[in-house]
């Protein structure tokens, strides 16, 4: 009996050593929680905000970060000179990125019309090198001339444009002024498009008589010659092609008018 007990009592701390070694060597083997998978991980989105039609960025311009589950948890901050932004410390979720720039139209983050892509953060997903592409504003501008070359003041220029919103094919009317006293007119801030001009205008010694009103001699009608009461036709210009093009920033057209 005493040489058994003598043996139980050598074997018990073997067999303990044993189970501690094994532990040891399961610790090692496991592998380390991924921390970036857990709530408390956080993420960033950055990138660079760029012209659309140069690829230049865009220094000093404003970009938003929207929360799509909460649209008033807004942050925003003003690009560096090379177009740089970064919005930091961001939990798990999906964003929507918008960014804006005087002389250029406002736009999320790979918007096609009506809509854009939304962002999301996460263990996975590369966040930190976005392109946001902004499209410039286009101005145009013309003259309106006659049929010798002379310039034509204060007639009347109308803009139109083809509209394509909600599945629907329009032109509708994008703007209307006058020409000044050179015959040159000018649209500013006009999204990209396909536009139309129109001109209504008559020659400056032109004479429309007004009929009279009441009956005797101080309201007779004054003769005017016949050949003086003429006006231009209403011309139209079709400007082809989606505006702004690639290649001129500012173009400039001339619309004749005879009669």
Known sequence: MLRLASAM?????????AVLYSCALLGRQSPLPDRSATPE??????????SSLTGTPLGKARVSLFDTRNPADVV?????ETGHFEFGSLKPGKFSLQGAKRGF???AYDQHEQFSTAIVTGAGFDTGNLVL????LALLGGKVIDES??????????????????GMNR??????GLSDDQGSYEFAAL?????????????????HPVASVGEGAGNARPAVAQSLDVAYPTGWRSLAGRYPPQSSPRPSFSVSCSH
């Open 9 to 17: 009592r050598l074997v018990m701390p073997v067999l303990g050593l």
């Open 41 to 50: 991980a956080k993420f960033k989105i950055a990138g660079t905000i760029v």
């Open 76 to 80: 925003w901050m003003i690009t560096s």
């Open 105 to 107: 139209i406002p736009a």
């Open 133 to 136: 592409r902004l499209t410039p």
């Open 149 to 166: 070359g002379d310039p034509v003041r204060n007639a009347r220029v109308m803009l139109y444009v083809e509209d394509h919103q909600a």
């Open 171 to 176: 032109i509708r009317r994008a703007g209307s």
């Open 191 to 207: 999204a990209p498009g396909n536009y139309y001009l129109s001109v209504a205008a008559r020659p400056w010694y032109a004479v």
